[in-house]
Nanobody, 121 residues
Framework: QVQLVESGGGLVQTGGSLTLSCAVS????????MGWYRQAPGKEREFVAG????????YYADSVKGRFNISRDNAKKTMYLQMDSLKPEDTGGYYC??????????????WGQGTQVTGSS
C-alpha cells in the first residue's frame, strides 16, 4: 500500500506564492505518475497538474498554466507544487494523487488527506 501526505498549505495574499509538498511512503517500488487536485467549497474536485514518474512529462489545467509548476524528487520520494501569482479562486483543499502509469487528467487510486490553501484579496 502507498501513503501520500501533503504539507505546505496556508493563507496567502493574492499575487503571493506557496509551495506544497507530497511525501510518498509505503510500497514505493511502484513507478507511477502523480498529480495534484483541488476542491473548492461546494465544487467538485478538479485536476490541477500531473507529472510522469521521470518528471519529463508534465500536464497542467488551463487555469494554472504559467503560474503553477509541478516537480518531483524520487530520491526524496516527494512531489511538489510551486504556486505563484495566486488568485482568490485558487482557494481550496489540495490533494496529492498517484497510481497511474501515464500523465492524464484523471486520478489514480492513491490519495492524500489534503492540505488547505486559502487565498485572500
Amino acid at each position: 500500500q502507498v501513503q501520500l501526505v501533503e504539507s505546505g498549505g496556508g493563507l496567502v495574499q493574492t499575487g503571493g506564492s506557496l509551495t506544497l509538498s507530497c511525501a510518498v511512503s509505503g510500497r514505493t517500488d511502484d513507478t507511477f505518475a502523480m498529480g495534484w487536485y483541488r476542491q473548492a467549497p461546494g465544487k467538485e474536485r478538479e485536476f490541477v497538474a500531473g507529472i510522469s514518474w521521470t518528471g519529463g512529462t508534465t500536464y497542467y489545467a488551463d487555469s494554472v498554466k504559467g503560474r503553477f509548476n509541478i516537480s518531483r524528487d524520487n530520491a526524496k520520494k516527494t512531489m511538489y507544487l510551486q504556486m505563484d501569482s495566486l488568485k482568490p479562486e485558487d482557494t481550496g483543499g489540495y490533494y496529492c494523487n498517484g497510481g497511474l502509469r501515464t500523465v492524464v487528467p484523471r486520478p489514480g487510486k492513491y490519495w492524500g488527506q489534503g492540505t488547505q490553501v486559502t487565498g485572500s484579496s
